[in-house]
C-alpha cells in the first residue's frame, strides 16, 4: 500500500448495476458529475474527462489553465446506488479537494444525491472516504446496496487500511457510514532497527455470482512484498506473491471462502 496513493487527484466514476431497480444511467451520470464539479471549478477551470483506468470508467477533475492559486484541486466519484431505500435512485458523491488537505475535512467529505421526479436533490452530506479506487456495491437481502471501500491511516511511517463493508444511514441530513464487516487489513511499514519493510497492496476487486445463489460475491486480488532498505530508501524485495482473497456474500454478511488467506489483526 502506497500512502501517497490518498492524495492522487484523479478517481473512479464506478457504475455496479445490479438489483431489480433500474439504476442511473451512465450518461446522466456523468451530466450530474459535471454540473456539480463545473460549479466547483468556477470561471478560471473547467471539467476535464481523464481516460478510464483498466475495467474502470473516465475520471473527472477540475482542469485550469496554468497553475493559478484559486484554481480548485478537486475532484469527484460518484456511485449509483439504492443505498438508503430500496426503491430510492440515489447517487454517492465522494468529494476530495487537495486545497483542504490540512483543514479539518481534510480528505474532503461525501453527498448523498437521490432522484425526485426529474431532479436530483441533495439529501445528506457525511465524512470523507480516503481511498477511492476500489469502490463497489452489492446488493443485501434488504434491497439497499452495501459499499465497499478502503479506509486508511498514516502515521510515524507506518500506514494501516482496511478494506471493509458499509452500510449508509440518513438522519434528516446527516449522512453516516455503519461498518458491517471488514474483509482484509493492509500494512505497509517503514523499516525498523533491523532495516525490513513489508507492504500488503490490494490491486483488484472482482463481484460475481461465484456459488450461484444469485447474489454477488467479491474477489480481492492482493500482492505482497517484504524484504530490506537501506538508509537511503532504496528497498531490496526478498519475498513476492499475488494471491486471491475469496468472499461469499448471503445478502447479509460476507464470509471467507475455505482456503482463503487469513491474517491476525496487525498494527504498526
Known amino acids: 500500500m502506497n500512502a501517497s496513493r490518498t492524495l492522487v487527484l484523479c ?28 460549479a466547483r471549478c468556477g470561471k478560471h477551470g473547467i471539467v476535464k474527462k481523464l481516460p478510464p483506468e483498466p475495467g474502470g470508467l473516465p475520471s473527472f477533475r477540475c482542469d485550469c489553465d496554468g497553475m493559478k492559486e484559486d484554481c480548485p484541486q478537486t475532484s469527484l466519484i460518484a456511485v449509483p446506488g439504492h443505498f ?7 447517487l454517492l458523491v465522494v468529494v476530495e479537494d487537495m486545497r483542504e488537505i490540512c483543514h479539518a475535512e481534510g480528505w474532503g467529505y461525501t453527498v448523498l444525491m437521490r432522484k425526485v421526479k426529474s431532479d436530483w436533490k441533495t439529501v445528506g452530506r457525511g465524512a470523507a472516504i480516503t481511498q477511492a479506487d476500489h469502490l463497489v456495491t452489492v446488493r443485501s437481502s434488504a434491497g439497499t446496496d452495501v459499499l465497499l471501500s478502503y479506509w486508511s491511516d498514516c502515521w510515524q511511517g507506518c500506514c494501516l487500511g482496511d478494506y471493509e ?46 456459488n450461484g445463489d444469485g447474489l454477488l460475491d467479491v474477489t480481492l486480488s492482493v500482492r505482497e512484498e517484504s524484504g530490506t532498505q537501506d538508509g537511503v530508501g532504496k528497498q531490496k524485495p526478498s519475498k513476492r506473491r499475488t494471491f486471491e482473497m475469496r468472499f461469499t456474500f448471503d445478502g447479509k454478511t460476507f464470509s471467507p471462502v475455505p482456503g ?9
Open 165 to 210: 463493508a458499509q452500510t449508509l444511514k440518513l438522519s434528516d441530513d446527516d449522512l453516516t457510514f455503519v461498518n458491517a464487516g471488514i474483509l482484509v487489513r493492509f500494512v505497509d511499514s517503514a523499516p525498523k532497527a533491523e532495516e525490513t519493510y513489508s507492504t500488503r497492496e490490494l490491486e483488484k476487486v472482482i463481484v460475481a455470482d461465484t
Open 84 to 90: 438508503t431505500k430500496p426503491d430510492a435512485q440515489e
Open 11 to 38: 478517481c473512479l466514476l464506478v457504475a455496479m448495476t445490479t438489483g431489480r431497480a433500474a439504476p442511473a444511467h451512465a450518461d446522466e451520470i456523468e451530466d450530474v458529475v459535471r454540473m456539480r464539479l463545473g
Open 260 to 268: 482463503t488467506p487469513k491474517f491476525e489483526d496487525e498494527e504498526c
